[in-house]
């Protein structure tokens, strides 16, 4: 069984299209069984409410150290029985102990594809916009494992959409999340149901 826990700062639609995916089937033996936020007015925080699944605000300015922060970090995550980790629209960086006690087991989906227009800095429409400044013809979404680096484990799925010639970030953006609710299930899924193997520091395998 999947336990997931989901982390998220903002408005939570694709912690929403995991949920949707979930109660529908569409995930097997997966339940999602916490939404943590370090952002108290994070939307993903209501959507958990209102659809009954433990929502917990923890934000690193609530403890005096990062040992303290991680520690309750990881006790929130085995009160929940949480074995694998989606971040869905989460801002912080997670610290190595948290990284190290779920290995290979933290997911996260970036609006564009990687290895390009990742790391610091590039999030929200500052990634679209990087994206169009630069004359790339495609964007798209990733999914891929995190490691202690931002937006640098390895991939497991990518799709990719052209670029209008009259796009812009925000319009770039509303194309690219309507991939994420789609390939962000599907990869977790994946996970669900074992297939994903990773060989290597850059490589994934992915069973059909
Ligand atoms: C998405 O674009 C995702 O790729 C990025 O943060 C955004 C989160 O959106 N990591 P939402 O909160 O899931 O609506």
Redesign the pocket.
Known sequence: MLNIGIF??????????ILDAVTQGKIPDARIVVVISNNSN???LVIAKDRQIPAVHLSRKQFADDNEFNEALISILQKHQVNFIA?????KKLDPPIIKAFKNRIV????ALLPAFGGTGM??LH?HEAVIGSGCRYSG?TVHIVNEEYDAGPIIMQERIEIAPDETATSL?KK??AV??RI?PEAIRLFAEGKILVNGLHRVTVTP
Do not use: Q, T
């Open positions: 998220a700062s903002g408005k939570g639609s694709n912690f929403e299209a994070a939307g993903a971040l869905a629209g989460y801002m996260n989906i970036h609006p999030y929200g990634v979404a953006s690219i999340l994420e609710h962000y």
